[in-house]
């Protein structure tokens, strides 16, 4: 079973589901808490022994059926692996106690938990900071973040990345023994150097967030697991001294906005619907009301980042009553700001979709000409899409055809595929209409 969240074709699927679902929610504070006993220098190690014990749970479960705590017992079957690591390894002879302890702490009940939560709270803290120290290269950090914290595989890290499984591989390889070579501390950092490191660690948390919200593959465009993880490490983050920042709270805030409103992306079928499509009914009030909460206390200071912006985005679509209402003009001057600190184009992709909902499609067409390194995205098949919807609103037809073809040759989700298709149909009967 590849380290990640892939699990054997041939399992039973609750068996699968179950053993996913703890890859995305217990491996990345098993491997934090065992880290923290072997020490940073033995990271893979300590990863090896949770991949065991997933390994474990997927060869028994199937004959005894899933335990009534499926974390528990993966922890417990974590911990007694390390028990026979630390006996058979001279070197971690001194820590053989210290698991020993774990092992009498347990007690007798059978589904307690192993590790208390304050113990792993602090060792996935300090996890994320190890992963976002200035020694490890910054293209490596978040990469290194993913894998350890959050259970991603190398071809998922290197769909985030747009880059390829070779050159994902090289970066964690490089980062693990950036560790060892400069004993990187498994703490969390004070002073300045808390500034630095929490640069790297927000990133790695809104990556990880926009795998779940907008899946790379499969058949989900949807991973909600994931943006729960993102939003449980975020706000573990928030609330620990070491990231009450306002720019922390800006980025829980956004995952939050974001979130609420994902119940209606999709129909009973699995569709793609748009916003002007979607039932608002279905969105999370209760989790709006938090994301604005936080939105509120990231306006302390006057720093302005990223995730302000992006955050503000996602209140005006969730604080208008309908499509119609949507103040598209503040949304716009967001996005103004927005493009001079981060100048991506996909950022700039965005704004020509508000651009167009504003003064028409053909003032979104000269904004999306305007991007600079727009061939970064030759790749990218939402660019195809808009460039398609751009070009139906014009009754360009063909034109519009062409760029929806091309959408859905790199579209990777079934849902997007589907929209797709039904998009390409309607322009291509009108091209062949009499």
Request: proline share 4%; hydrophobic share 45%; net charge neutral.
């Amino acid at each position: 079973m590849e380290t990640g969240c892939q699990v054997a074709n041939d399992q039973p699927p609750e068996i699968s589901a179950v053993v996913e679902h703890l890859f995305r929610h217990e491996a990345g504070k098993m491997v934090a808490t065992l880290t923290g006993i072997f020490g940073i220098e033995h990271l893979t190690l300590a990863e090896d022994v949770v991949q065991e014990a997933l390994t474990r749970a997927l060869q028994t479960w199937p004959f005894y059926g899933v335990p009534k705590n499926p974390a528990a017992w993966i922890m417990r079957a974590s911990r007694n692996l390390a028990v026979d690591v630390v006996r058979r390894q001279k070197v971690f002879r001194d820590k053989e106690a210290e698991i020993i302890h774990l092992m009498d702490r347990e007690g007798s009940t059978p589904d307690t938990a192993i590790f208390p939560e304050q113990e792993i709270t602090d060792d996935t803290l300090r996890m994320m900071f190890v992963c976002c120290h200035p020694n490890i290269p910054a293209e490596a950090q978040a990469a290194l973040a993913l894998k350890t914290l959050c259970g991603f595989s190398v071809t998922e890290i290197a769909r985030a990345f747009l880059t390829s499984e070779a050159a994902i591989a090289k970066r964690l390889t490089r980062a693990k023994q950036k560790i060892r070579e400069a004993k990187i501390p498994f703490e969390i950092p004070a002073g300045e150097e808390l500034g630095r490191r929490l640069d790297g660690v927000l990133p790695a948390l809104y990556l990880l967030f926009n795998e779940g919200y907008k899946a790379s593959s499969g058949d989900k465009l949807v991973r909600e697991d994931i943006c729960q993880e993102a939003i449980r490490l975020t706000d573990l983050l928030v609330q620990h001294p070491a990231g009450h920042r306002p720019k922390t709270h800006a980025l829980l805030a956004l995952m939050l906005l974001d979130t609420a409103r994902i119940p209606a992306r999709v129909d009973r079928e699995g569709n793609l619907l748009l916003l002007q499509e979607q039932d608002r009914s279905r969105w999370n009030q209760p989790m709006i009301a938090r994301g604005m909460f936080h939105l509120a206390q990231s306006a302390a200071g006057g720093e302005i980042s990223v995730y302000h912006l992006q955050a503000g985005i996602a209140a005006c679509h969730c604080t208008a009553q309908d499509y119609g209402s949507t103040d598209w003009r503040q949304i716009l001057a967001l996005y103004d700001r927005l493009v001079e600190l981060d100048g991506s184009p996909v950022v700039a992709l965005n704004r020509a979709i508000v651009i167009a909902n504003l003064h028409g499609p053909k003032a979104g067409l000269d904004a999306l000409a305007a991007i600079r390194d727009l061939e970064a995205l030759n790749t990218y098949y939402l660019l195809y899409a808009v460039l398609g919807e751009f070009e139906s609103r014009l009754n360009h037809a063909q034109a519009a055809a062409g760029h929806f073809r091309k959408s859905l040759q790199l579209a990777g989700i079934k849902s997007e595929q589907m929209f797709l298709a039904k998009r390409l149909q309607a322009c291509e009967e009108k091209v062949f209409r009499p």
